[in-house]
């Protein structure tokens, strides 16, 4: 042992660096050590972020010379660079990101149907008083809104608490792995928000309508 490394930053484990067990010795002893390992990385740093295309290119040529790869054949090794990488993640994440979209848009789906079952049952039950409003003088119009809003409220109230939990999720978070960046987004509680209202609104309409339609006399009677 001709030294000991500096122990490294721990980065997002919040225990005990894996690489501060490492080790660095010649590659001729290695594979004196290790004969069955055939597969090595060679990790490499460009002088510059506009010498990398260059970089690539020396490297592959140095590497087909030592390997004895023809020119007519492909190259039996990989290059990856930071960006590789960087677009690997993209990939990665877009995917996730489009699978959550359409988890939530089926969740938001459902609970507007539930939404709308919820003010068809409301729209029964209250046929009488609607009756009554009606025969007052409340218009097509005013009971129309008035159902939209009771929706609408419903649903604002259900993102509200939504967004209550996704806050009280990322202090958790916050609180017990500090070393993750968990934060709350303005726009994306606006957003949500919005989504929240506009389902009640768009799945609040049929129930209003049906409201608005019913006959007065029709809805007096009704037991």
């Given at each position: 042992?001709?030294?000991?490394?500096?122990?490294?930053?721990?980065?997002?484990?919040?225990?005990?660096?894996?690489?501060?067990?490492?080790?660095?010795?010649?590659?001729?002893?290695?594979q004196?050590?290790?004969?069955?390992?055939?597969?090595?990385?060679?990790?490499?740093?460009?002088?510059?972020?506009?010498?990398?295309?260059?970089?690539?290119?020396?490297?592959?040529?140095?590497l087909?010379?030592?390997?004895?790869?023809?020119?007519?054949?492909?190259?039996?090794?990989?290059?990856?660079?930071?960006?590789?990488?960087?677009?690997?993640?993209?990939?990665?994440?877009?995917?996730?990101?489009?699978?959550?979209l359409?988890?939530?848009?089926?969740?938001?789906?459902?609970?507007?149907?539930?939404?709308?079952?919820?003010?068809?049952?409301?729209?029964?039950?209250?046929?009488?008083?609607?009756?009554?409003?009606?025969?007052?003088?409340?218009?097509?119009?005013?009971?129309?809104?008035?159902?939209?809003?009771?929706?609408?409220?419903?649903?604002?109230?259900?993102?509200?608490?939504?967004?209550?939990?996704?806050?009280?999720?990322?202090i958790?978070?916050?609180?017990?792995?500090?070393?993750?960046?968990?934060?709350?987004?303005?726009?994306?509680?606006?957003?949500?928000?919005?989504?929240?209202?506009?389902?009640?609104?768009?799945?609040?309409?049929?129930?209003?309508y049906?409201?608005?339609?019913?006959?007065?006399?029709?809805?007096?009677?009704?037991?």
């Amino acid at each position: 042992v001709v030294g000991v490394l500096e122990k490294r930053s721990s980065g997002l484990n919040p225990g005990p660096n894996p690489e501060d067990n490492l080790v660095e010795l010649p590659i001729s002893s290695f594979q004196k050590l290790h004969p069955e390992i055939d597969d090595y990385w060679i990790a490499l740093t460009p002088i510059s972020q506009d010498a990398m295309p260059q970089t690539i290119d020396q490297v592959e040529g140095l590497l087909r010379r030592l390997r004895g790869v023809r020119y007519d054949e492909p190259s039996d090794f990989a290059v990856f660079t930071q960006d590789v990488v960087t677009d690997l993640w993209n990939q990665i994440s877009g995917g996730i990101f489009a699978v959550m979209l359409a988890i939530s848009s089926v969740a938001l789906l459902v609970g507007g149907v539930g939404v709308m079952n919820i003010m068809l049952v409301s729209v029964t039950e209250r046929t009488r008083e609607i009756g009554i409003r009606k025969a007052v003088g409340a218009t097509r119009k005013k009971i129309m809104t008035q159902f939209l809003l009771e929706a609408m409220v419903l649903t604002a109230l259900g993102g509200f608490l939504g967004i209550l939990a996704g806050a009280g999720l990322t202090i958790l978070i916050r609180t017990l792995v500090p070393f993750l960046p968990a934060a709350v987004s303005p726009l994306w509680v606006v957003l949500g928000f919005s989504t929240s209202v506009a389902t009640g609104l768009i799945f609040g309409l049929y129930p209003a309508y049906k409201a608005a339609r019913l006959d007065p006399i029709e809805a007096l009677r009704y037991e």
